[in-house]
């Protein structure tokens, strides 16, 4: 029981990431604001899961070097900025729900690249989550499809994750997970620290100054990065992969309420109906993975989704 309560709580912990963002956002660009979270990120996975040894790891499997710089990209670097960019202009619980849209996405590339068979089970889920994201962004029907240039953001971060979900599984499986999550991190500042050159225009890299700025970053750091992974590590140790993914598809939940409760966003009922209908698409799209060989690994990995 001890188990599952820290596992709910490195869910909730993961939640506050975009809440506590977009305070952060309330007063400074995204660019250099994801900049600093990405290099924290690196920061504290060297100190959780030991410096020396991940610079062993990554020696000893330094030919996969393409495929983790391609992951540092898409989703180190480019999903997480669009994320920022798109949380800058818009609300907690639009970013969260679009960005869901990594299972499907995830679904259809893995069916047409890895020439993965998709169960009915897995179908089903997918449909039902895809109802409900219909008649989220068409207000039940009421509308024309209701996509701002912000949501577009989100729809790519989505891409993005969803790509790094195939590149690790069609190359990077037998890899440890912290090797790959510790290579994402520091390669995804990499990129970002040109992203960032290249954004501004006199080429240097604006540093927030504004004391609450530092503690909203403080937060981040120390809320959903380092709080939130030990518990989500020291809970799988003992927990089985399928039912810790069930609690990861609480996440969208909690990232609402903290959106409602600390940033006052309002929550229309077509929000909490079609919020509903996609995560029950997603707690039957997870049954398909209750016995599935890899998705023990690939859990390790999955609370990095949104971040």
């Not at 250099?32 to 020396?52: Q, R």
């Not at 068409?138 to 989505?158: E, M, R, V």
């Not at 990232?255 to 509903?276: C, D, K, N, Q, Y």
Request: net charge positive; with cysteine.
């Amino acid at each position: 029981m001890l188990y599952y309560l820290l596992c709910l709580s490195a869910v909730v912990c993961f939640a506050t990431y975009p809440t506590l963002v977009k305070l952060v956002l309330a007063q400074n660009e995204s660019a250099p604001i994801i900049l600093l979270v990405s290099l924290a990120t690196s920061l504290v996975l060297m100190f959780v899961f030991g410096f020396l040894r991940e610079i062993k790891q990554y020696i000893r499997h330094k030919q996969q070097d393409p495929y983790l710089i391609l992951i540092g990209l898409f989703s180190g670097a480019i999903a997480p900025l669009c994320i920022g960019m798109g949380l800058a202009n818009s609300n907690v619980t639009n970013s969260v729900l679009i960005t869901s849209l990594q299972i499907p996405f995830s679904a259809v590339l893995s069916a047409m690249i890895l020439k993965e068979k998709i169960s009915r089970i897995y179908k089903a889920g997918l449909i039902i989550f895809i109802i409900g994201i219909i008649l989220y962004s068409t207000n039940f029907f009421q509308s024309g499809l209701l996509l701002s240039t912000y949501d577009i953001f989100f729809i790519i971060a989505a891409f993005c994750y969803a790509l790094s979900d195939i590149l690790y599984k069609k190359k990077l499986t037998h890899l440890s997970f912290d090797i790959i999550l510790l290579s994402r991190s520091l390669f995804g500042s990499f990129f970002l620290f040109l992203a960032n050159l290249v954004l501004t225009q006199n080429h240097t890299i604006s540093l927030p100054t504004l004391p609450v700025t530092h503690v909203y970053i403080g937060l981040v750091i120390l809320i959903p990065i380092l709080l939130g992974q030990r518990l989500w590590y020291l809970s799988l140790k003992k927990i089985p992969a399928a039912k810790a993914s069930m609690y990861i598809t609480l996440y969208p939940v909690f990232a609402t309420l903290f959106g409602f409760m600390i940033l006052r966003e309002a929550v229309t009922g077509t929000m909490l109906v079609s919020g509903i209908i996609m995560i029950a698409g997603l707690v039957i799209a997870q049954l398909h993975f209750k016995k599935h060989p890899s998705h023990s690994r690939h859990i390790h990995l999955q609370h990095f989704k949104q971040q």
